[in-house]
């Protein structure tokens, strides 16, 4: 699910979203949503509450990633079925936006942090899994309340706030962690396949990482600036009257 499935605030928008959700999901297919984000939800906090007990357990914040790394990839895993959900349709979403969002998280966890074990103990793989966990937390509540029709104001601000500070924190430890990848990906020819083979096809694996590095330039600011303008639809009326009382 992206943020473009957030309700709007405004007649237009609102009747907009009224008329998606009486052709949305049916009452099964809503079920299983909620049961999905539920488990999602408990998923992330599981991963909150290792990283916490573990801190507390070794009184330092280095090599954290080992106290959490199975259910960081279970769970993180497992959103792949929201591109499903998008596909199939009883989430209102884009596939292409949601399938992006999934599989660069996706990509990082199993092609870059379970890949290269080097990186496993450097800070900035705790910068992005703590900015994930604290983000899928607030996330999956936001859409469990949502479904449910009971979505308490605090989740729906924090939901359109909080991504000021955890998508340039997360950012930063993606960057980061791929970058200290390069080394090990360029000495040993990681997932890289070299001339000649009987295929005719060369793939250079650091090369790749070095691209998507760069494309991080040009989508960052798009995803930020559109969760921007999301939380003025979302969250500006109410601001605005909380001005005028």
Known sequence: MSAAAAPGTSK??????????KKGPGALATAYLVIYNVVMTAGWLVIAVGLVRAYLARGSYHGLYYSIEK???FFQTGAVLEILHCAVGIVPSSVVLTGFQVMSRVFLTWAVTHSVKEVQSEDSVLLFVTAWTVTEIIRYSFYTFSLLNHLPYLIKWARYTFFFVLYPMGVT?????????????????????TLPNKYNFSFDYHSFLIIVMVSYIPLFPQLYFHMIRQRKKVLGHTEDYSKVE
Do not use: F, N
């Open 71 to 73: 259910p960081l990839k």
């Open 12 to 21: 237009g928008a609102h009747s907009d979203v009224t008329g998606r959700r």
């Open 173 to 193: 430890g993606e960057l980061l962690t791929i970058y200290a990848a390069l080394p090990h990906a360029q000495k040993t020819g990681l997932y890289s396949v």
